[in-house]
């Protein structure tokens, strides 16, 4: 059997720096938990190596998710919770998206497990996922406008508009006091 020496996050980070130079904004880290930062133009090249480097080998996508800095150049992060199910370590990942061009390279070519992650991210920020197989708004309407999760986004929802259905989920827990279900 084959054995590969298990390497520590910033160990990981120092790899990624020298393979990737140009793409490589930083490091950060906090306790355990290290970042890397990312320009978005190599990401799915940064992915690709880090799931198939035998000595890295983070094979599995915890989690995918974007965030919203408003006033902050760039305004968005797509971040990429990596694990290795082999080598037993962790690495997140940090996109640096711009307002201005909100897109980024899908990695569900790398793993499958992005798909609905990216849809989410897309539909609740507008960051768009190019080269996503099905990028289709997945948790709100169709004809939904805005982003949800965008820090600008008001608390109440677009003014003057009602979510399609809202009167029949109403109808629908219209008895919830009467059998004690807290809504």
Known sequence: MEQ????????????LKEQFPDEVAGVTQSGEQVSVIVKR??????????????AICLN??????GVDYPGRKPRFEVVYNLYSLK???????KALVPEEELSIDSVVSVWAGANWHERETCDMYGIVFNNHPDLRRILMPED???????????????EGREYRGYEEAKELHKHDDEWNIKS
């Open 144 to 158: 939904w406008e805005g982003f949800p999760l965008r820090k600008d986004y008001p608390l109440k929802g677009a």
């Open 41 to 54: 133009c190599g990401i799915t090249d940064i992915c690709r190596y880090l799931h198939d480097d035998p």
């Open 4 to 15: 590969v020496e298990v390497m520590e996050p910033l160990e990981i980070a120092e790899k």
């Open 87 to 93: 080598h037993l370590h962790r690495l997140r990942l």
């Open 60 to 65: 599995y996508l915890s989690d995918l998710c």
